[in-house]
């Protein structure tokens, strides 16, 4: 009986475990379903995405249009409508109304006064298509028709100007900051001088700062330097914003090195640029590898600071700006909006896997060093 004795607080981990773990499965779940339908609708066509929803393409039983009938042209709507010896009111047949065999009666044309007989059968092959990736990277064609009667056929810009215009802005704006903030966080780690303690403070209050209560006064001093428009204003202002919680997170991995690493480089007279390129880049591979997933998916989904620093004109435009154009006034392109979203988030995405990989290796690479 002993043997099969569990201790209580063994049970209790156990449990916790458990909840545990189907709270984490829920979430990935909840991420999950969204972006396998932000996928799926990348490849259906605009008319589909307009009238099903996109769990559509998988196998699905739905209503399809059979043999017609056709009524007396004379018909009075308002009275009790005979389809089949059976009576309908006009408003059974505009929702659909369900016979005692299965059928559905639909009015087809309404007007003509003819139904339509509809039975349901299963739908196996969806009806897919690349054309929305075609005309989200190349441009969508348009027919304008002109003051003459003519018709002018003319091609909208694709997204590869701005996916390459943010990729020109987010990996300078990832490295600058990240380097940096190294450098900064190494010294006050490690380095003694006069107002360090209070110039870390004052590093850290800027964490709480608004983005938004220095873009007027950023903006002004770039006009007078000549910086707006420009690619060097738009990668300093993602690295001053960006810098603040780079250095603490940085700082707080450098600070819990052991000390004997760096008794034992001064020893052998390494100066401190050759510890920090030699000791601290090396073991700092799993902070360098997170901090830097943070800062270029902040960079490449930023959409105000490229705003205000660069611009919305063709030429600079960066990915966020350009998919919230696709949008339109109206809202009607949503086929498009779907691809090019999804090709938006390649990129990132990329960029997590390969930084994880380097974040494992270095992860272990630091376990056996230190």
């Not at 799993?286 to 901090?291: Q, R």
């Not at 998916?297 to 966020?320: E, T």
Request: proline share 5%; with cysteine.
């Amino acid at each position: 009986m002993s043997e099969k004795y569990v201790k209580p607080g063994r049970r209790g981990a156990k449990r916790g475990k458990l909840i545990v773990n189907l709270s984490l499965g829920v979430i990935c779940l909840i991420w999950l379903i969204p972006t396998l339908g932000l996928f799926l609708s990348s490849f259906r066509p605009a008319a589909d995405i307009l009238q099903s929803g996109w769990w559509n393409v998988f196998p699905h039983r739905e209503w399809k249009s059979g043999e017609t009938i056709q009524l007396p042209k004379g018909i009075d709507l308002r009275e009790p409508i005979v389809v089949n010896g059976k009576m309908y009111s006009d408003e059974q047949l505009k929702a659909g109304a369900a016979t005692k065999d299965g059928h559905r009666l639909l009015w087809e044309n309404r007007r003509a006064r003819t139904i339509n007989v509809q039975e349901q059968g299963w739908v196996l092959l969806p009806k897919l298509t690349l054309d929305n990736y075609q005309n989200v990277l190349s441009g969508k064609t348009y027919k304008l028709k002109q003051a003459d009667g003519s018709e002018k056929v003319e091609k909208g810009t694709g997204l590869s100007r701005a996916f390459w215009n943010t990729l020109t802005i987010a990996v300078p704006s990832t490295v600058i900051p990240i380097l940096i903030a190294s450098f900064a966080a190494y010294a006050f780690s490690w380095l003694r001088f006069p107002g360090r303690r209070t110039l870390f403070v004052i590093i850290i209050a800027m964490l709480v700062i608004p983005l938004q209560v220095a873009l007027i006064p950023v903006l002004k001093d770039y006009t007078s330097l000549g910086l707006n428009g420009s690619y060097l204003g738009i990668w300093l202002a993602h690295t001053a914003f960006g810098l603040p919680l780079v250095t603490y997170f940085m700082y707080n991995f450098i600070s819990q090195l052991p000390k004997d690493l760096f008794e034992s480089a001064f020893m052998d007279g390494a100066s401190h640029f050759t510890i920090f390129s030699r000791l601290i880049l090396p073991l700092s591979v799993p902070a360098l590898a997170s901090i830097g997933i943070f800062q270029f998916l902040w960079v490449w989904n930023d959409y105000l600071v490229s705003l205000i620093f660069i611009g919305n004109q063709p030429d600079v435009q960066v990915m966020s700006m350009k998919i919230a154009d696709l949008v339109g006034s109206r809202g009607n392109d949503w086929h498009l909006l779907t691809s090019a979203a999804f090709i938006s988030m390649l990129m990132p995405l990329a960029i997590f896997f390969l930084l994880q990989k380097y974040f494992v290796r270095g992860l272990m690479g630091g376990s056996i060093k230190g």
